[in-house]
């Protein structure tokens, strides 16, 4: 019978590793060749999706293996764990010990809790933002043909894609009414592309994996992955818009119609500003680097491959050394 | 709403006659309680008339909309204001960009214009 309080311990190796491998890899990106200018968008979406993903998902495979080390242990009756109770154990029957250990309950009851909080509060944000894009697309007067782009009226600037599961392309009608043609051509395209892209479930998923992050780190690989994927926008607009002039002069056109008043919250649209990184990346034929991309993703596999295979054959001392390292 | 834009002014009883007819069935009570709170929302205006209240809307269509838009709008971006947002905007926030950086960018665009490229 699975003792739930033995399940702390493995909390607490998952949350260590988690983090531990998420500063790791946060060094990894800040040192790595993906953050100059040229080492292409597609190339620093990846580094970025990498290094907020695969933290959990090795931590939670390192837990899987000592799990099943343990359980198979148990069937095969060669447990030790009555052998040696000077410590605690990483074990699902005999691990219950860790109740005795306030400071253990506290730490991954605090960490529970203000995960639970932020869940909750993006939760909240999540189906606001789906209540308003169902009231842009039952309201708002469409755009195009297949009724993904709205015009809301509103004395604002804006133009976004919103919703996650019904997504739609809220243009405010200030921001419409002062945009030349071709400029609102390339603004659909852009935003249409976040739609094609599914960015806004991916960024929904990288956010959730970020929750098992260092925070330096997912802040910065979460700017990175937000700017490649405006980026990434940017080519694909300006390859339906007429090139990269016009979505860099839409861009222009947007950003200076927000100077003027009305303005909005400053936090409303995102507290980065990526005007100028993307104008000079639109401006600069910078490669979009699948390859890399690719390569990236296939070095990714690999080492969680071997991080796990790793964790596997060494199974037996990897469970004593976080039994001595835990207490 | 949509009912008291196409025809009105109205009694509850004739709202509730004509939603029967689209197939839409509700009490008497439920209509009158629904008129009257969109009458205490400023939606509508209401008259007595021969013992009875008729109704017509205070808005226009198209005022509604705008009204009702906004609204999201406004909830949409306050409840966004210091958290991660759930939207992916074309241009973000402005707070940095200075003038010059403007005309510097302005420039650059022209320049690649004048090249034809």
Redesign the interface.
């Known amino acids: 019978m699975i003792d739930p309080v033995a399940l702390l311990a493995f909390g607490l190796v998952f949350l260590g590793t988690s983090l531990a491998l998420s500063g790791l890899l946060g060094a990894v990106l800040r040192c790595g060749r993906f953050l100059r200018p040229g080492s292409g968008p597609l190339a620093r979406r990846r580094a970025a999706t990498l290094v907020l993903a695969l933290p959990p998902i090795l931590a939670l495979g390192l837990v899987l293996v000592l799990a099943a080390e343990s359980a198979q242990k148990l069937a095969s009756g060669t447990d030790h764990c009555l052998d040696h109770g000077h410590h605690l154990h990483l074990c699902l029957v005999h691990g219950g010990d860790w109740a005795s250990r306030p400071l253990a309950v506290a730490f991954v009851a605090v960490l529970v809790v203000v995960m639970t909080l932020r869940s909750g509060r993006r939760a909240v944000e999540l189906l606001l933002g789906q209540r308003a894009a169902r009231s842009f697309k039952r309201l708002g007067r469409p755009l195009t043909a297949d009724g993904l782009c709205r015009v809301v009226p509103s004395s604002q600037t804006f133009a976004f894609a919103l919703g996650v599961l019904e997504p739609v392309v809220a243009v405010s009608s200030r921001t419409w009414a002062n945009l030349a043609p071709g400029h609102r051509q390339a603004l659909l395209a852009h935003e249409r592309a976040h739609v094609d892209r599914r960015d806004l479930i991916a960024r929904e998923l990288l956010w959730t994996a970020s929750l098992f992050g260092l925070p330096a780190t997912v802040r910065h690989a979460l700017s990175l992955w937000q700017l490649a994927s405006e980026q990434l926008c940017d080519r694909q607009a300006a390859g339906a818009a007429g090139g990269p002039g016009v979505v860099a002069e839409a861009i222009l056109a947007v950003a200076r119609l927000c100077k003027t008043p009305p303005p909005l919250p400053p936090a409303a649209l995102g507290a980065d500003s990526f005007v100028v990184e993307r104008i000079e990346s639109l401006l600069s034929d910078e490669p979009e680097s699948a390859t890399a991309a690719a390569r990236l993703l296939d070095a990714g596999v690999l080492c969680g491959l071997v991080f796990i295979l790793g964790c596997a054959l060494f199974s037996e001392p990897l469970h004593h050394l976080l039994e001595t390292f835990l207490g | 709403m949509d009912l008291l834009w196409a025809a009105s002014p109205l009694t509850v009883r004739e709202v509730a006659a004509r939603l029967e007819l689209a197939d839409r069935k509700l009490a008497y009570t439920t209509v009158m309680t629904t008129l009257d709170r969109l009458f205490k929302k400023s939606l509508l205006r209401r008259h007595a008339e021969n013992l009875a209240f008729t109704y017509e809307p205070a808005l226009s269509k198209d005022d509604y909309?705008?009204r009702?838009?906004?609204g999201?709008?406004s909830?949409?971006?306050?409840?966004?204001?210091?958290?991660?947002?759930?939207?992916?905007?074309?241009?973000?926030?402005?707070?940095?960009?200075g003038?010059e950086?403007?005309k510097r960018?302005?420039e650059?665009?022209a320049e690649?214009?004048r090249a034809g490229?």
Request: glycine share 2%; charged share 35%; net charge negative.
């Open positions: 909309r705008r009702v838009l906004e999201v709008v909830d949409l971006l306050e409840h966004s204001e210091g958290t991660e947002p759930v939207l992916a905007a074309f241009v973000d926030t402005t707070a940095e960009l003038e950086t403007l960018l302005e650059l665009v690649r214009r490229r």
